[in-house]
């Protein structure tokens, strides 16, 4: 392994702005991973942490082809971090809304440019996501549709669900739209939480990887965890339940959980009186997709998708 | 009169509300709109949408037509000192058109561009962010140029930027009434979070000067409009940081620079050193000056349009 500097900036008062990697084997690029992109990704940082850490072991053992070239950045963004903003602390703007970048642009520009140029030419990439709709999701693979999506590579990671979406004018900056535009297989990983550190789903999540990287032939040791046989998913085919009124919010059902039709989901009170103001039913039998994990919500807010 | 076009919970009793006011006089069937406040921290439009107001409301008998008024796209945006779409994480003029089905400001989104749809005139008023100070400009998309140009210079304004398409900016309010036949002129003045009284008087008066030109206004011209710059093409250079440190300028916006004329510096207070000194690359216009000091390498300092040869004597504008 070679821990390395990817990307310096000099601040004005802060120590150096600088983005880490660590790569393992040499010749082929093959694989790279990206953990967190904004500064509240911490569940991403852990598991591209905990991926450092466990290839290490396997380098060290021999259980890694040394002719393939894996890259993992744990954290895209350490400035943001260390202040608890999502975006670019100075001015808002968001690095995975940049890409491909302008090496002679912006600042946020500049770090996408930096960062893509390190990550152009790999077979696969991943990037540990998070979405702006505040809740958690069943771990899953999410690819956009640019013609250019590999969904029989995205099986090779065993996620219990694979989901398409049509991309909307802004995400063509997003690092996964570009990366399959220039030619690699690019997966954006949702790990369930943003914010919070989930071991359980954290784990599946490296167990994923760990199965990919066994598939495309990086792991040359057995692996002993078979996965799922991934039930391919569009998002615009999900059923999707809103609030009908405002207030506080209570989740009887989280992501990942089997649900009736016709089942109480949540509960919305008021958040004076504590009068029920609206009990969320299940429009359909299913799997929770997505559920909105935050205590205040607003009239018309998505709060669940169901499979 | 005051409507609501859009009413929806809050958690915690209160209603998010977004309100236009439809001032109408007389015959004409033509309708123009005037919206501001799509980001929470532009405020310039505030003070022209009360001058329009204001303005129409004392001489009623010269309106011959409908104006309506939206002041506040984004209102927690406005009230709570936020560019963004508050809770939401996201920049609301890049959601449009909207979605019926989406979230509250995907739902809001889609409900202004329903009600501004089949108008025959929108303009969008944006301030600059806390960053940047732009001069008066109105910005139009190269599909819309023989479309909105004649348009735009009605507006009193000192600069039209004809800029490239990019995919991103389809989302935009502009682009979505654009796309569907409503004309969208996009406004930029000013700086964030402050109200320069004179730009705002000088686009209140280009407001009625295309109010008067489209047969909505009887009421006679104060001053003939400004002759503004019209900016096509690759012609604008971008300034940006060499260097993280503080940016020193007493430059100002609207004028004209010299090809290797200093538009300021980048300094270092920790060591009292000056890091670079920031040169004007060529004989131009500028139109944009960084407004907030503390800079990235890589922050947008300047953007400068550049004069041909022909330009050089007639300072870009058509005599």
């Known amino acids: ?307 | 009169m005051i409507k609501t076009i859009i009413s929806s919970e809050l958690p915690i009793g209160e209603q998010f509300l977004v309100r236009k006011n439809v001032l109408s006089n007389g015959n004409g069937g033509k309708r123009i709109c005037v919206v501001t406040g799509t980001h929470g921290d532009e405020l310039e439009g505030q003070m022209v949408c009360y001058e329009v107001s204001r303005i129409i409301q004392e001489n009623i008998e010269l309106l011959d037509g409908t104006v309506e008024i939206y002041p506040a796209l984004n209102p927690l945006g406005i009230d709570s000192l936020q560019r963004g779409f508050p809770n939401f994480d996201l920049d609301m003029n890049r959601i449009f058109p909207g979605n019926p089905k989406g979230t509250m400001v995907e739902q809001a989104a889609y409900r202004i561009t329903e009600d501004l749809k089949g108008a025959d005139m929108v303009i969008d008023i944006h301030s600059s962010n806390l960053y940047l100070r732009e001069c008066p400009q109105v910005r139009i998309n190269v599909m819309h140029e023989d479309w909105l140009v004649p348009y735009a210079k009605m507006l009193n304004v000192d600069f039209i930027w004809v800029h490239d398409a990019a995919t991103v900016l389809e989302a935009t309010l502009a682009y979505s009434l654009n796309s569907t036949g409503t004309p969208c002129l996009v406004v930029e003045l000013g700086v964030g979070q402050r109200i320069n009284d004179r730009m705002c008087a000088n686009l209140t008066n280009g407001v009625f000067n295309l109010l008067r030109n489209m047969g909505v206004w009887k009421g006679v011209e104060d001053a003939l409009p400004s002759k503004p710059i019209v900016c096509k093409g690759d012609k604008v250079d971008f300034l940006n940081a060499a260097n993280s440190g503080v940016f020193l300028t007493e430059q100002k916006t609207g004028t004209v620079v010299e090809k290797g004329q200093k538009i300021g510096a980048i300094v270092d207070p920790l060591s009292g050193t000056v890091l670079s000194e920031v040169i004007s690359p060529c004989l131009g216009y500028l139109f944009t000056i960084r407004a907030y000091p503390i800079v990235y390498e890589g922050s947008l300092m300047a953007r400068i349009y550049k004069f041909d040869e022909k330009e050089k004597s007639t300072g870009g504008r058509d005599l």
Not at chain 1, 141 to 168: D, Q
Not at chain 1, 173 to 178: D, E, I, S, T, V
């Open chain 1, 1 to 307: 392994m070679i821990r390395e500097t990817l990307y310096t900036m000099k601040s004005l008062h802060r120590d150096d702005f600088k983005i880490e990697g660590f790569r393992f084997g040499s010749g082929e690029k093959t694989m790279a991973i990206v953990g967190s992109m904004r500064g509240d990704e911490i569940q991403q940082l852990y598991i591209c942490s905990q991926m450092v850490a466990q290839l290490k072991e396997l380098e060290s053992q021999g259980d890694l082809d040394p002719n393939k070239s894996i890259l993992i950045i744990p954290s895209c963004n350490p400035y943001s971090m260390n202040v608890s903003k999502r975006f670019w602390a100075m001015d808002n703007t968001d690095i995975n809304r940049m890409f491909p970048g302008y090496d002679q642009g912006e600042t946020t520009q500049r770090i996408a440019a930096a960062i893509f140029k390190q990550l152009e030419g790999y077979q696969y990439g991943a990037q540990m996501a998070s979405s702006y709709i505040p809740g958690s999701y069943v771990p899953h693979v999410r690819m956009l549709k640019t013609g250019y999506e590999n969904i029989e590579a995205a099986k090779m990671f065993g996620f219990p669900y694979i989901s398409v979406s049509t991309p909307a004018p802004f995400d063509t900056a997003l690092l996964n739209y570009n990366w399959q535009v220039w030619g690699t297989s690019a997966f954006s990983i949702y790990a369930g939480q943003t914010n919070n550190i989930d071991k359980k789903n954290a784990l599946l999540t490296q167990q994923c990887f760990i199965r990919f990287l066994k598939r495309i032939g990086v792991i040359r040791k057995p692996v002993k965890n078979v996965g799922y046989d991934s039930l391919l998913l569009d998002e615009d085919n999900l059923v999707r339940i809103s609030a009908k009124k405002a207030g506080l919010f209570t989740a009887q059902y989280g992501a990942g959980d089997y649900v009736d039709e016709g089942a109480t989901i949540a509960i919305i009170t008021d958040p004076n009186d504590g009068s029920v103001l609206e009990e969320v039913k299940a429009t359909t039998s299913g799997y929770i997709f997505f559920a909105y994990n935050k205590p205040l919500v607003f009239q018309h807010s998505l709060i669940f998708t169901i499979i």
